[in-house]
């Protein structure tokens, strides 16, 4: 059994890591860290475990568990990983954006591989330290990567992606406040979201250029999800387009092609990413949708576990989405 | 024109009477006081008022005004009066719970009336200080206080409540954080809501003897309104508990009796109370419904407004629902 | 007063025109005209109304009343006009798409002023026939009419736009089913709405020259609204953008300027647009906002009926925002 | 394997089942029957499925299936098994309310046993022919069966259950128009509800003695889920109740007992029940929750069909709550 960690496991993606990890056949949760939450049960901040666990937060680290999941607010893994010496057998799973661009990667001894599946499979499988992708910049290069490897991302490409309240995690703030929010919609970062330097990064690996993005971040009324459209110049006919797509994902368990429209809800609470692609006139329009939480956070972190430990990697993933 | 000062004006009620108050015939509003806004436009805390108004908020008061509307956390009223000395003129209208109970509505050299004008409409008209009605407490008394008239509350009344989140305020809190309540339901406070002080009160005064009330106050995923449904044992007929609501609310201009069931949305964003009587075998259940920020709290500040200056009850309230 | 027709009032827009017309101080309703519903009370399908209004739905027409409303489903209001001869006297505002593009606008002897006041508003004055813009059309013309004025939209303008489900109207369909609908979110028609039409003719009647939109609507997961984000190059900077949107809208009283970010809520239920300006490197990004009921349908039509009329333009109009 | 065939495999409960056996390690999805879809791929009505099923409705019944589940429209099941003859050692669970009474348990030469397995766990393993309980009946009677077992329900109980739009189906209805029901709250069939027949006679078979039960169902703006509250008069603390309902649930998987109060989306996307007790003077109030279409249809069918073959009762059920 891979024994884990969880630093920061009373919040949004480490809540969903334990309720992966409990299911998983081959892990053992060895402690879930919290600073706010040390002593007290599992289950008071995740009721659903209720039956399922006994266990409780804890303040103090075992140093020679098999894989830490690090769970922290942006910026804070850094500071977390300095303070603690861990075994030279830890694998470490990194959720915050302290480690995911190339100038970050490198960090004590320790070099981080970009944790997105779909497109460093083998890097990943080889690596020991996981910067796990960002929740926009995974449902975004989802919808893009294919393009970029052909190279076929020379215009502009405009992005629009709507986010789930969960986006913006378990503090609270006016804009996630119910009364504000339930019935609303804003955007919020225009053209400069953050996630848009993993995005770039990634393309740029695929294509040698600079790709041109507007990108669009709206906050949604929902909790869970994150529904993207991306349209750029596309000079090939949809044919073209759909076989790019599924030769590039032939060997990603995850991410499927859809023939007929999506709607965002067919993949909440799931870890998959569902794409359609859609041809008007010269434009090539590409929908991706994934759970913000599970594709877009823990479900892929446990994905890159697998890949790390050797698993198959839908392990403890094959999920029962919600749909309704 | 009737000066109207406002106190603690970037909450939720106090926003709503601005909103109320702009397009009243026969107000003006004199200044609207708030400690965390002071010098910012009301439009900062207020944005659907852009373009009606381009005030700020203070953090003077003018003694002088006709009339105060107090919108302070509940125990804050008698601390702000202790401070400001009002003209003899200045009629106020407190909105917390501070002066509803018998035991509270003496306080300096003022007498606080109940400001529920289905029950004392002619109390109000003379009075020159209002307790404003709690929501809770302003749904459940009018779906009872006919009963209670006519001495039939005899029996155990079965009370459940649904709210929404406008009850609990501006403030942030972890039961009106987005991710957790949308979709969400939940109780609170069972059998023991403050608000059972208010109507046992009231009903006491029309029937002279103790009711017996069992009341569970849930908490609801939407943003305005409360739905109430209460039944007790009632011995007559149909027809006679209607011709009781027929009668006790034949001079309520927003009380209205509905021979078709109701629902939440149809008072939504206006003063209306609407009121469904159903019997089945030897129980009468009263389902009422109305907005909690208006009929339920600032509509009905204004309500008594109108009463407290010879106005037209309706003057100012004759508000477009939402209704989808 | 002006007697007011409705034909089709048991739908959305025939609803919302009621809910406006009962308070408007000059109007007085003549007949509400429904097939579906003929002979039963306008409450039982807009049960807010209870206590204001104990009308009947009609199936006969008064053709001699001063101004008629068609709320019927497009293609119809040709059929509908075919079939009745009205008073000379009789104004007519269309809400379907029948007659909104110039090569529809003749029709009979009837020649119908595409109804948009920040555009047309002397037209609308000395017109008889009015032709109702569209929803999408009224929130991304608002946003768009002032640098088509100027002449700047010279590149490619990319909008998104998310609608309420009340868009849909009353007619039930799979993707207004609540069960699918909830927390979810999608596209429909990307490119190619119908919308598309009334917006470019009016943009091009300014600019004199093609405009290039892309344009994305989307379904959101609440009933009322429609945010749209609409972008291009733009060479000034922000203050001469604000300068151009400014002087634009000077006379027009429901189209707001904020400096704040905004969002959708803070216009629901009003006759309101409100429009914000952000600029990032050479793009200019202009957010609008509207009620997609009111000053995307029913308030719209009674504004033009203000105007026909020669009545002030916000009378019957000033509303209270639900807000939350 | 266990082959399984379901009939009705387009609706909620049929899509349900669909997701929970994919995943399961000892069946095989044998056909999916559906009148409507039949030559369609199930992902057309389940597109959540895409890439783990490329299978398609049929309209043609293997009736040498190791099971059936019946996912029809109440009164169908009935019509459906005088059409067919299954083999003999074919299994049968009914998720309608045609054998759910004991006066409609015998049909054919075939006898149904109530499938609530925390009241009638052996009865079920012995079982061919299972009638899967009502999903406000499973939510009632797991609040209720401790107290009956004990006899304790010799009092009027009181009960409010809010169920999620789930609960009525795929079918198009007004009530389930999303511009009707979202941010809306109404009841339906007070005191009257048919799942009232399932839970007496449970309760009585425990007692022995008819409970007085008065139920007002209620429709909530959200999509899974059902929140229960009961209450009765009770002589003993909440230890003695405590004590009684962990005895009761004590091989129960799942229905847990939670000492904290609970809010629905605990149990949401999952096969829980989560109880909790709380006690008002002499007051005792259950509160019940569990996912409708779950432990209230299709994850309740699943636990069923383990009895039935002899696995454990938890097989394929261990779900990864939404929670948000």
Redesign the interface.
Known sequence: MIKVGIIGGSG?TG?ELI??LI?HPHTEIDFVYSTTKAGKPI??A???L??LTDCCFTDTVNTEVNVLFLCLGHGNSKAFLEQYEFASHTRIIDLSNDFRLTYDAQFQNKTFVYGLPELYKQQIKNAQYIANPGCFATAIQLALLPLAMAGLLKNDV?I?A?T???G?G?G???T????????????YK???HQHLGEIGQSLKSLQKQEVSI?F?P?R??????I?A?A?TKFEGDLDQATALYQSFYAEA??T?L?A???????????N?C?IHL?K??N?L?V?SAIDN?LKGASGQAIQNMNLLFGLPETEGL???????
């Open positions: 949004y809540g309720r992966l299911h289950t008071e995740h009721e659903d209720l039956g405009h629009n709507i789930g309240s969960t913006a378990i609270l703030s006016s996630s406040h119910f009364s504000w929010r339930n019935n609303n919609i804003s955007w225009p053209f400069t507007y669009m709206q949604g009324d929902f909790t869970r999800g529904y459209t349209y368990p995850f499927q859809s007929k429209e999506i709607h965002l809800k067919q993949v909440v609470n799931t998959q569902h859609h008007h006139e434009t329009l929908t939480l094959q999920l029962k989405a919600t749909f309704f």
